[in-house]
């Protein structure tokens, strides 16, 4: 079955589950969602919340009722004429809890001689820093090896350490822990050592890395997947993180062939900026990051930037500009490479010496990796269009560096080898690149935080029309069918709250103004953190009449997402380091907005802001789902949104509240409850289930108005290859300038024939069309012509 569009659901075993999916399809259906995208579905650590920390590969998760939920699933929506899409996790399993992964169990006990010692990316050498030895880092520090014991309580000896228990190999169980520790096969070490013992998901320790590459691997982890493909159990595949895979290509050929040639698959890969995706790979796209960011920033106002540029460096010396953002990510990056991740950089340093035989010597290969890792400006350079980028970066580094020359061209030969060396640091820069910019980068700068996105480049304040068109119109050409997005699991904000804070654009003065006067009243605990918080406290406050302190979970989300957001910053405190005093003096500035006379005025200027953020978020909304691609519909944002950085946009999803407001809906205004955007959801999803060809692969055209306020439309046709089109999204873009000037003499000129307007029922005749009469009663317009209603009806 076609897919038109999808509905990301988070599974939960302790709220959502595979049978809780069912009992909301027909509420999808309703919607107008053709396929159901489901959250990791295998078996994953006990009270995982995301289910990317998969234990059991060989079976769907009990938790969220086994293999028999996701067979009533499949035919609940079947029976629908809907779909399910999975999202499948290759590049690692969950190790937090080891006896809860048989595999990696099974390697702590028998060491180098188990089955599945293979199957992880482990440090075996003698030279690694832990005799040989898988290290775990899991101590506090080399002291607390005095603090293990022998749990003799079950059917079997563990190693305990606090909580933690590790299994003990045949025949080495002794009186003292520290012997019975001495004689396995792993070594326990302090978290803060240096030593990892395994290849890992960026640098978290809870999750190995695992080798595809081997056929034994790929078989035993696709197994279930090849036994849903067979039940006709799925539609589709998302794939999780291939960049951290060995060969991420070779990979997809071979998931290709498991899933057959029709199932749809795609990507999370982030691309780099200017970063063509491969299209020798055999998938129908990416997960849509690089759609958001077009679709977020043709709202953002450019002429806004000069202002905030001066806003930002009067108070951090944080211009936001490419030259500003371009120097922090290298240092971060060579920072991140030199500490967090120098494990893995160790290792890659290792292996060049092995393979090449070069005598410079280890602070020498290493200074130079960094360089070359922290110049990289995407996350792995070996995929075809690329052809050319690490000779480039190299070359750059040797004429900045000219005394690195031996230790470049040591790098440079293991590239040319192709073994090892050269699939680690491909690894390594992907690690490096989200760590740095992602986690990090994108916590510090504060010049537009709405654009700090995954993929996004701050550095640039709007996204052109023209850019927007061609973009969409490659993507309607050569990527009909990949995902397009503006909410994940994933994203630092929602999309309505990036939306709002995007306005910002148009009014930078008076929020210059306002920071200003906020400052003086409540001084923030420094300026960057200020800056940084104040815009995002701006992206969710309350609007619909309530104090922001009586709003449910409003101040302890928002407490929550300030202490992580400073701690991946880094610079004041850190997770590995927390500055409680710091800390401390956020928290009590946070309750002092909340509670004071700074919040009522934070309100004030939200509520006066909102219909232009509604407005943006209307637009941004029906750009996607009618634009090029397929669209997802992340949980919950058919109605306004106000999630932050996970966890907080994983919560629960009330689906009571949907369906009554679906039940109700007719034509609502714009306003506080947000049942303006569930309309604008379920007329175009609609739209698309009844037309899809006139959306995959179908034709794209961009709408110009002309007049005084021609630059405020954004819009497109859409309609069958060889066909005039027949369907035409229009939506207003920049409207606080709107408000003052309005429309004036701008007009549209469509296409002959009848238009309706499926969102007001209002019907405009083809030819020239004032945009006054097309956008009097919402921001966004979505058309369609006669002719095509009437093959609906």
């Not at 493909?229 to 062939?257: F, K, M, Q, T, W």
């Not at 890792?373 to 050319?388: E, I, K, T, W």
């Not at 148009?506 to 940084?532: K, M």
């Not at 007719?666 to 999803?685: E, F, I, N, S």
Request: charged letters at 25%.
């Amino acid at each position: 079955m076609g897919i038109t569009a999808t509905y990301r659901l988070q599974l939960r075993g302790d709220c959502f589950t595979l049978a809780d999916a069912a009992a909301v399809a027909d509420y999808l259906d309703d919607l107008g969602i053709s396929h159901v995208y489901l959250s990791p579905i295998l078996t994953a650590t006990t009270g995982s919340t995301h289910g990317y920390d998969v234990t059991d590969v060989t079976r769907v998760s009990p938790a969220l009722g086994g293999r028999e939920a996701l067979a009533a699933l499949s035919r609940e929506l079947r029976g629908r004429g809907m779909g399910i899409v999975v999202d499948l996790v290759p590049n690692h399993v969950g190790v937090a809890n080891p006896r809860e992964n048989a595999w990696w169990w099974d390697v702590l006990t028998h060491g180098r001689g188990s089955g599945y010692a293979g199957f992880f990316d482990i440090d075996w050498s003698e030279d690694n820093g832990a005799g040989g030895r898988l290290a775990l880092p899991v101590l506090g520090s080399d002291a607390d090896l005095e603090s293990l014991t022998v749990d003799r309580s079950g059917p079997e000896p563990l190693l305990a350490f606090y909580e933690h228990r590790f299994p003990i190999a045949p025949g080495t169980d002794a009186t003292e822990p520290e012997s019975v520790h001495d004689a396995q096969a792993y070594r326990l070490v302090p978290w803060n050592s240096g030593l990892i013992g395994y290849r890992r998901f960026f640098a978290v320790s809870e999750l190995a890395g695992i080798r595809q590459e081997d056929p034994r691997v790929f078989e035993a982890s696709h197994r279930e997947l090849r036994s849903w493909v067979a039940d006709e159990l799925i539609d589709g595949v998302r794939i999780d993180h291939p960049d951290g895979l060995s060969d991420p290509a070779e990979y997809l050929d071979r998931l290709r062939g498991v899933i057959g040639a029709d199932r749809w698959l795609v990507i999370e890969k982030i691309l780099g900026h200017s970063e063509p995706l491969d299209d020798h790979l055999p998938i129908e796209g990416t997960t849509g990051y690089d759609a958001l960011a077009e679709l977020g920033g043709v709202f953002v106002d450019p002429s806004g930037a000069p202002a905030l540029t001066a806003l930002s460096a009067s108070r951090t010396g944080d211009r936001g500009d490419a030259t500003w953002i371009h120097g922090h990510e290298t240092a971060i990056k060579r920072d991140v490479a030199s500490t967090g991740l120098a494990p893995e950089i160790r290792r890659l340093v290792r292996a060049i010496r092995a393979e090449t035989g070069t005598d410079c010597a280890d602070p020498d290969l290493r200074d130079a990796v960094v360089d070359v890792v922290a110049a990289m400006p995407v996350y792995r350079s070996d995929y075809s269009p690329l052809a050319g980028l690490a000779t480039r970066v190299i070359g750059d580094a040797a004429r900045r560096e000219p005394g690195r020359s031996a230790a470049l061209s040591a790098l440079a030969a293991a590239l040319i080898a192709g073994g090892e060396a050269a699939t680690r640091f491909q690894q390594v820069c992907g690690a490096v690149m989200a760590k740095s910019v992602e986690d990090c980068l994108f916590y510090r700068t504060a010049r537009l935080v709405s654009l700090q996105e995954v993929g996004g480049n701050p550095a640039n304040v709007g996204v052109s029309p023209a850019e927007f068109h061609l973009a969409a119109a490659e993507r309607a050409t050569r990527w009909p069918q990949a995902m397009t997005t503006l909410s994940t699991h994933d994203t630092k904000r929602g999309e309505d709250v990036r939306a709002r804070i995007g306005i910002l654009s148009q009014v930078p003065d008076l929020w210059a103004e306002c920071v200003d006067q906020w400052e003086r009243i409540a001084p923030s605990p420094d300026p960057a953190t200020g800056l940084f918080l104040w815009q995002n406290l701006f992206g969710v406050w309350p609007v619909d009449g309530r104090a922001a302190g009586e709003v449910p979970d409003f101040r302890d989300r928002v407490h929550a997402y300030a202490e992580k957001a400073v701690r991946e910053a880094g610079t004041r405190t850190s997770w590995n380091d927390v500055n409680e005093d710091f800390e401390r003096d956020l928290h009590r500035w946070l309750d002092t907005v909340i509670d004071g006379t700074v919040g009522k005025a934070l309100g004030s200027l939200c509520t006066q802001l909102a219909p232009h953020a509604w407005s943006d978020a209307l637009g941004q909304k029906l750009l996607q789902l009618c634009g090029p691609g397929i669209p997802d519909v992340y949980q919950g944002t058919e109605l306004w949104e106000d999630s932050l950085v996970d966890p907080d946009n994983r919560r629960p999803v009330d689906y009571d509240v949907r369906r009554t407001a679906l039940a109700g809906l007719g034509t609502p205004p714009v306003d506080a409850t947000g049942a303006a955007k569930m309309h604008v959801v379920r007329t175009a999803l609609r739209l698309r289930r009844d037309r899809p060809g006139s959306f995959v692969g179908g034709t794209y055209a961009p709408v110009f108005a002309s007049g005084t306020a021609a630059e405020h439309l954004i819009g497109f046709t859409r309609g069958p290859q060889g066909s005039a089109p027949d369907v035409a999204a229009l939506a207003t873009r920049h409207s606080v300038g709107l408000q003052q000037d309005g429309w004036g003499d701008t007009a549209v000129t469509l296409p002959d024939g009848t238009w309706t307007d499926l969102l007001t029922s209002a019907t405009h005749p083809g030819g020239r069309v004032d945009t006054s009469t097309l956008f009097a009663r919402y921001p966004v317009v979505l058309l369609a012509r006669e002719y095509f209603l009437t093959a609906r009806g």
